[in-house]
């Protein structure tokens, strides 16, 4: 019988030591120790054994199963750590690992530079005003000192929705909107989208102004002038020149279109500025006395001054880009090169 539990806890020690798995060892644990056991069926033996040895036998069984349970124990533990171990460096997350980097999108040139004209006079203390893309006749041309068949009109192709009804021309309507609602002092700012029938290198149907309006008493052409020369300084550079030509706007009077220094050869002459070294940026003017009269401003009292210019065309001037259409065209590495 002794023999027979030495040899059994010599196959268990054996077999303890090739388990390689958390499986294997739960199989030995059974082999040896349940119900059905090898262990179990010695200590039913017991029976033949005879009775005066019975004491000590049982006892060495007993100590047999002490062995057998504190060494399937053990290994349970050890090959239960190996596995947590193995799961753990199986799921584990890099946290140095660099994230994803997703595209980000950028604001388009034409939007940078009316960010940055808006601001120049913001800073000066305009306030931004807006007014209807679909705009009366009467706001568009009409208070503005154009009335119906003035040849005037013919300086904007328009395109017409109705009798009355049109796509605004320009920003201008909103300087007439503003006077018939608001009290000197007036200074806004009209960033807006204009259309007019053209479509070329240089024109497109749907282009964008910025509108300029100072009413108030003593408003002179050299408070025009000393705005708009520190508006071009500020976008352009420092050393920026203006010059203001002689013109004609019937909205204005005296009109005058103003000029800066080239941007891209600074006054020597260039491509851009077709030799000149001057480039024309805007319109503007002193605002004539009719339009302050049909807007309800009494010209006797206050005098102002307006000013217009294309964004799209600020910003082919600031940014040196030839032709107009690649500004609609949405090429993402045109655009991305803004950022
Ligand atoms: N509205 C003119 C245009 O679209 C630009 C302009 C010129 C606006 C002179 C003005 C101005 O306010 O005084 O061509």
Request: aromatic letters at 8%.
């Amino acid at each position: 019988m002794k023999e027979k539990i030495d040899s059994l806890i010599s196959a268990a020690k054996a077999d303890v030591s090739a388990c390689a798995t958390v499986a294997d060892i739960a199989a030995v644990k059974v082999r040896y120790l349940g119900k059905s056991g090898e262990l179990t069926a010695l200590l039913r033996g017991m029976k033949d054994v005879p009775a005066d040895k019975k004491p000590e036998i049982g006892r060495y069984v007993n100590e047999a199963r002490d062995v057998i349970t504190a060494l399937t124990g053990e290994k349970q533990k050890e090959l239960e750590a190996a596995q947590t171990e193995a799961r753990m460096l199986a799921e584990s997350v890099d946290v140095t690992y660099s994230a994803h980097e997703g595209s980000l999108g950028s604001l388009h040139p034409c939007t940078l530079v009316k960010n940055e004209i808006v601001d120049i006079f913001t800073s000066l203390g305009f306030k931004v005003a807006r007014g209807p893309e679909i705009e009366l006749d009467f706001f568009n041309f009409q208070a503005l000192n154009i009335p119906k068949d003035h040849p005037a009109r013919d300086m904007q192709d328009t395109f017409y929705i109705g009798n009355d009804i049109l796509l605004r021309t320009h920003t201008s309507p909103v300087q007439a909107r503003t006077m018939m609602n608001e009290k000197p002092p007036i200074a806004i700012v009209v960033p807006g989208k204009v259309y007019r029938p053209d479509d070329d290198a240089t024109h497109s149907p749907m282009f964008q102004q910025i509108e300029g309006l100072v009413v108030d008493k003593h408003i002179t052409l050299c408070d025009l002038k000393g705005t708009l020369t520190l508006f071009a300084r500020e976008l352009f550079d420092k050393n920026t020149k203006t010059r203001f030509r002689p013109s004609y706007f019937p909205f204005t009077e005296p009109s005058v279109e103003v000029d800066v220094t080239c941007s891209q050869c600074h006054g020597k002459g260039c491509r851009l500025c077709h030799g000149t070294g001057w480039i024309e940026v805007l319109g503007a003017g002193v605002v004539n006395p009719k339009v302050l009269e049909n807007c309800g401003i009494d010209p006797s009292e206050y005098s102002g001054y307006a000013f217009g210019m294309g964004i799209e065309r600020i910003t082919m001037i600031k940014y040196g880009i030839p032709d107009m259409r690649i500004l609609f065209e949405n090429d993402a590495r045109f655009l991305k090169s803004f950022r």
